[in-house]
């Protein structure tokens, strides 16, 4: 009738005005900016051996699928030349490969992060995602209610949100020694990336490509540079190493100070784990000495170090915003919570997580102050409620003691157990031989839907934090993969590896 016809045409002037809002004044499709990118040749995954694997989002999502690179390309590099989009009537002709020009400083990024972002055609843009997976899903409930049907099937939900999950390689950067550290900002707008030779490399990462910006030599390195951190003000960096002394510097070099953030002396103390507090004020650290401590930037003072375990803290913490609560997670297989306000005399934990059989190697915490995940080198990770957390602390498991992950492995060992408070496991990646990262993704494009971490298999896995389920499985690396972080507005995932490659991964969809 004429009233539902009506209601059709403003939603589709809705959905048109809604596309010329997305493109910015003097981005009209078909136009391009920025400088010829540089890349390697490769694209999906280099190497004979390596492998791309999606699995299925949730229930109804995409197929499972397990393919050699070479098959990948092949598919992509179709005699008909085109991709077929499954919402779509007509074929769309695929773009052209990106031509092989390697450069070490130059790093750009093409895809819905590079410059500019979906600017061929009309019907591609409206198609391709956003930097926003809501945005998506409502922009495909809109085209839904101007079908036959007016609700998301649970495939459309899983595209959508596979759309935003950076499981495709599309570049990489060669640096001259082992990367230890590879970390956004948390606005997103510089990346930095350590290195074994003492050199920290910084680039602008404000456009979607990473431009050169600065290197700084980092002092009293002792065989590298095991930790870094931004301030949330976006002033200063801290790193670490083995060293009496952490160093804050200006991301301009102008500035460089050691900071004493420990009384013990000892030349071979290490602080394998440094974080600013939300207000960039205070530097939390965790040491080999079994201790966490407080370093107050402001007035250039310690104000505050505990006894916290039986053996090394690997990783510390500050919980949501609130930097009187903070947790630390050990070799000795424990994740102990503190409350600055309680500790006295005689410290001791509010609450304590235990369950994995040997060592933690890393934490992260959402961004509402309730949840965090601990990356153990019994090859799992677990997700925490912390308002479930144990009161009384439990004893270390015995293989604790004992466990050596740089020469033993912990595959036949038990995995982590039924325990209080834990919500999920992850597990499928391994982590050996170093500390290696694992880390919510960002609430602003993914709603930390998803758990991203390294592995000593050289591979990138993404879980799903719901489901438990994994979602991707890429191997780029020929040695471990230590770090890896996602960009905080756009689908954009850097790895850093111990073959010296930083790794560039996108959505698959940006490649076709």
């Not at 910015?24 to 900016?33: F, V, W, Y």
Request: glycine share 8%.
């Amino acid at each position: 009738d004429d009233s539902s016809r009506a209601e059709m045409d403003s939603e589709r002037q809705e959905a048109t005005d809604e596309e010329r809002e997305e493109t910015p004044p003097g981005e009209e499709p078909g136009s391009q900016q920025g400088e010829p990118m540089a890349w390697e040749e490769g694209s999906v995954a280099s190497g004979s051996e390596e492998s791309v694997v999606l699995t299925t989002i949730g229930s109804g999502g995409m197929l499972d699928a397990e393919q050699d690179s070479d098959d990948a390309l092949q598919e992509v590099d179709g005699s008909a030349g085109t991709w077929r989009s499954l919402s779509a009537r007509h074929s769309t002709p695929m773009r052209p490969r990106i031509h092989v020009e390697p450069d070490d400083d130059i790093f750009q990024a093409p895809g819905p992060w590079g410059a500019p972002m979906w600017r061929h055609t009309t019907r591609e843009r409206l198609c391709a995602p956003s930097t926003n997976v809501i945005h998506t899903l409502r922009r495909r409930q809109r085209q839904r209610r101007m079908g036959a049907t007016s609700f998301l099937s649970p495939s459309d939900i899983a595209g959508a949100m596979a759309a935003h999950v950076p499981s495709a390689v599309n570049g990489r950067m060669r640096l001259a020694s082992r990367v230890f550290c590879g970390k956004f900002s948390q606005n997103g707008r510089v990346f930095v990336a350590s290195e074994t030779n003492g050199y920290m490399r910084i680039y602008d990462s404000s456009t979607g490509v990473l431009q050169p910006r600065n290197v700084i030599t980092a002092r009293d390195v002792g065989w590298a540079i095991v930790d870094t951190a931004y301030s949330p003000d976006d002033q200063f960096l801290v790193y670490s190493s083995w060293s009496p002394h952490i160093h804050l510097v200006t991301l301009d070099g102008a500035t460089h100070e050691a900071l004493e953030y420990s009384h013990h002396t000892d030349a071979w103390l290490c602080a394998f784990s440094v974080v600013f507090s939300h207000d960039s004020r205070e530097v939390l650290c965790g040491t080999n000495q079994n201790t966490i401590s407080v370093y107050d930037v402001v007035r250039d003072e310690l104000v505050l170090e505990v006894p916290a375990h039986q053996n090394d803290v690997n990783a510390v913490a500050f919980m949501g915003g609130d930097a009187n609560l903070l947790c630390s997670g050990s070799d000795d297989a424990l994740c102990k919570v503190w409350d600055r306000r309680l500790l006295g005399s005689n410290p001791q934990p509010v609450g304590c997580f235990a369950g994995h059989a040997v060592g933690i190697a890393y934490i992260d915490t959402m961004e509402d102050g309730r949840y965090l995940l601990t990356q153990s080198k019994d090859h799992s990770i677990a997700l925490w409620d912390l308002r479930q957390m144990q009161t009384q602390v439990a004893a270390p498991p015995r293989l604790a003691e004992i466990f050596d992950y740089r020469i033993m492995d912990a595959a036949a060992m038990p995995r982590l157990s039924a325990a209080q408070g834990l919500v999920r496991t992850y597990t499928g990646h391994k982590v050996q031989r170093t500390l290696i990262r694992a880390r919510f993704s960002p609430r602003e494009t993914t709603g930390q839907q998803y758990i991203a971490t390294g592995s000593a298999d050289g591979a990138v896995y993404i879980y799903d934090v719901l489901t438990g389920e994994r979602v991707s499985r890429v191997r780029v690396h020929d040695d471990v993969c230590r770090d890896v972080t996602w960009h905080p507005d756009r689908p954009w995932i850097l790895s850093s590896g111990w073959d010296g490659n930083v790794i560039s991964h996108s959505p698959i969809d940006s490649l076709l």
